[in-house]
């Protein structure tokens, strides 16, 4: 992170609103400059009460939000190794945020998934 991205961050009285591409998935396996990149954020940045994750890989008809305590982990990719596969990432949802955004995106209408959808390799 560059001193003044750094700056710019650390100055502001709000949490900004980041769009962070995943890359690779093996990413979560390695160790690499843009691995560290992610930890040197996430220490930079307070601790967020809550992250809103938009996913390109669910695909639905119109607009759809998790809506589970505790989402699976989706493996939806193929050709790497088992050690990715075996990844899994336990961070808690929230049923509650999920309808506000409901509330927050109206008039667009918006389903709240209780069962088919979690955390992709894109979250």
Same mark, same amino acid.
């Given at each position: 992170? +560059?001193?003044?991205?750094?700056?710019?961050? #650390?100055?502001? +009285?709000?949490?900004?609103? =980041?769009?962070?591409?995943?890359?690779?998935?093996? @990413?979560?396996?390695?160790? @690499?400059?843009?691995?560290?990149?992610?930890? $040197?954020?996430? #220490? $930079?940045?307070?601790?967020?009460?809550?992250?809103?994750?938009?996913?390109?890989? %669910?695909? +639905?008809?119109? +607009?759809?939000?998790?809506?589970?305590? $505790?989402?699976?982990?989706?493996?939806?990719?193929?050709?790497?190794?088992?050690?990715?596969?075996?990844?899994?990432?336990?961070?808690?949802?929230?049923?509650? =945020?999920?309808?506000? =955004?409901?509330?927050?995106?109206?008039?667009?209408?918006?389903? =709240?998934?209780?069962?088919? %959808?979690?955390?992709?390799?894109?979250?």
């Amino acid at each position: 992170m +560059t001193p003044l991205v750094k700056d710019i961050i #650390m100055s502001s +009285t709000r949490m900004p609103a =980041l769009f962070l591409g995943h890359g690779s998935p093996m @990413n979560v396996l390695e160790d @690499n400059l843009y691995t560290r990149s992610w930890q $040197t954020l996430g #220490m $930079t940045l307070p601790r967020p009460q809550a992250i809103v994750v938009v996913s390109a890989h %669910w695909f +639905t008809r119109g +607009t759809g939000v998790t809506a589970m305590e $505790t989402p699976p982990t989706i493996h939806d990719f193929g050709g790497f190794p088992q050690a990715l596969y075996d990844t899994h990432y336990p961070a808690p949802g929230s049923p509650a =945020l999920a309808q506000r =955004l409901v509330e927050l995106l109206a008039p667009i209408p918006v389903t =709240l998934d209780k069962e088919a %959808w979690g955390f992709d390799h894109g979250s």
